[in-house]
């Protein structure tokens, strides 16, 4: 069994960056719900069909269907070498349900990207789109402390949390990933 990764962090951290740039370094999927959820819907499969219904009434997808992709996903050939989870699980309820469905050994290393939430808010507002207004972004950093950031005391004490300083070039923060991970 390979490399079993989960990256966390708020958003603005790098999450997407440093997973693609991990999964290409270890040879594993970068498996993105966002992704997922898009090639369910183009493929026009019974998930992708529910999930589109929801997306469309403007709710968030719930988390058994969620759940249900990436368990399908990790489950998949190429993903029993391993994988790097991006976005999923973003709350304590999906953390249970994923250990619910494919085991406690579901995520073996959670990486917490650490950035100061001022240097989040720089970087979200930087970005140039028009809903990172400075109200916006920090009403989603937030949701983030109340929703997300209790999976980082979760992953603490299962002995599996790898904190990481986020901030700096992406070149030097994938070099302490890397380094983090060959410990």
């Known amino acids: 069994m390979g490399r079993r990764l ?20 270890l040879g594993i999927p970068h498996i993105s719900t966002g ?6 819907v183009e493929r026009g499969t019974e998930l992708g069909n529910e999930a589109q219904s929801i997306m469309e009434a403007g ?7 969620v759940v249900a992709m990436v368990a399908e996903r990790i489950a998949e050939e190429d993903a029993a070498c391993g994988y790097v989870l991006d976005g999923f ?7 249970e349900a994923l250990s619910a469905a494919a085991g406690d050994d579901a995520i073996e290393v959670a990486i917490y990207l650490d950035v100061p939430e001022d ?3 720089a ?3 930087g970005r140039g789109r028009a809903d990172d207004t400075e109200q916006a972004v920090r009403n989603r950093l937030s949701i983030y402390q109340e929703q997300t950031a209790p999976l980082i005391d979760r992953y603490d004490t299962a002995g599996a ?3 990481v300083d986020g901030v700096g070039a992406m070149d030097d923060v994938f070099a302490r990933v890397t380094l983090t991970l060959s410990q």
Do not use: S
């Open 161 to 163: 949390l790898a904190r």
């Open 123 to 125: 970087r979200l507002m």
């Open 89 to 95: 699980p973003r709350n304590a309820p999906q953390a």
């Open 119 to 121: 240097e989040l808010v």
């Open 6 to 25: 989960l990256l966390l962090g708020p958003p603005g951290a790098g999450k997407g960056t440093q997973a693609e740039r991990i999964a290409r370094a």
């Open 59 to 65: 709710d968030l997808v719930p988390d058994d269907i």
């Open 35 to 40: 992704v997922m959820l898009r090639d369910h």
